[in-house]
């Protein structure tokens, strides 16, 4: 059974940094990608980033080039997103998913995605 669960949310102030955790079981890492979602209260689910399971390609969204660094540890079988820099508007639930695929490129949010976490808060406020 397919399962991912997300941890490492909380509070934080703006410009801390935060990393995010999702383990994977029922798969291996290796040969699929997992992708990074946000949603914020009242807005749209974003995509965030993905790592593909294939050589490691990874996908940043505009807001967060620069600031979020998304890594893999295979022997874990689990996926991180560190964050630093962080502002308010980075607030959101922020969830892992898989589709048991390899693809990461510019339109990966776009797929459909089958398995998802159950997601972990992230609040940035002072």
């Known amino acids: 059974q397919v399962q991912l669960v997300e941890s490492g949310g909380g509070l934080v102030q703006p410009g801390g940094s935060l990393r995010l955790s999702c383990a994977a079981s029922g798969f291996t890492l290796d040969g699929n990608t997992i992708g990074w979602f946000r949603q914020a209260p009242g807005k749209e689910r974003e995509g965030v980033s993905c790592i593909s399971g294939l050589g490691g390609t990874t996908y940043y969204a505009d807001s967060a080039k620069g600031r979020f660094t998304v890594s893999r540890d295979n022997a874990k079988n689990t996926v991180y997103l560190r964050m630093n820099s962080l502002k308010p508007e980075d607030t959101a639930v922020y969830y892992c998913?898989?589709?048991?695929?390899?693809?990461?490129?510019?339109?990966?949010?776009?797929?459909?995605?089958?398995?998802w976490g159950q997601g972990t808060q992230v609040t940035v406020s002072s």
């Open positions: 998913t898989t589709n048991l695929h390899s693809y990461c490129g510019s339109d990966w949010y776009q797929m459909g995605y089958a398995y």
